[in-house]
């Protein structure tokens, strides 16, 4: 066991210990136990998360990259242009579909939503978020994200993308 896994048990059985007493003993042992895997489920969670999708940015973040309204964003969600996962109070936004040096969209990102709604009729924001974040020997090792974050040949990616999204679709 890692000991970030250790911990987070620590800090969780410490907080435990912290509630009073007559709480905890109206929790019959069945309910208790599914309450704390519960609990172990909503702290890790995030983390898993955020490894599986990669650096993200908020909706404020975007805002000022692209220098567009918080409404244009939600608009090019809606309309598969832009990559946003739903979260709690905002939206984020995986950080490889962002020209940092020209303040804009990524030229590739947009052909890579083009397949997937092509193929899929829709864009699938976890799918994509999880296959871009995924290392492959298709890369050299590096996952399609970072392939083109290092500007190597977008095509690869295109070409990857279009068998992917052709595999989900089927």
Request: glycine share 8%; proline share 5%.
């Amino acid at each position: 066991m890692s000991d970030s896994i250790e911990y987070l048990i620590a800090g969780f059985t410490e907080g435990a210990h912290k509630i009073p007493h007559d709480v905890s003993v109206n929790l019959d042992p069945v309910a208790a136990h599914r309450m704390g895997l519960e609990a172990a489920y909503a702290a890790l969670a995030p983390m898993i998360w955020a490894e599986k999708v990669g650096e993200t940015l908020d909706t404020t973040q975007v805002t000022r990259l692209l220098q567009v309204s918080r409404q244009a964003l939600a608009k090019r969600v809606t309309a598969g242009t832009l990559l946003g996962l739903p979260g709690r109070g905002t939206t984020h936004y995986p950080a490889w579909q962002f020209d940092f040096d020209n303040g804009s969209l990524r030229p590739e990102a947009r052909e890579i939503f083009e397949i997937f709604v092509t193929e899929l009729g829709k864009l699938d924001v976890y799918a994509l978020s999880v296959w871009m974040n995924t290392p492959s020997a298709l890369f050299d090792g590096l996952a399609p994200c970072e392939w083109l974050v290092k500007k190597r040949d977008p095509r690869r990616v295109l070409d990857a993308a279009r068998r992917v999204a052709g595999r989900l679709a089927s």
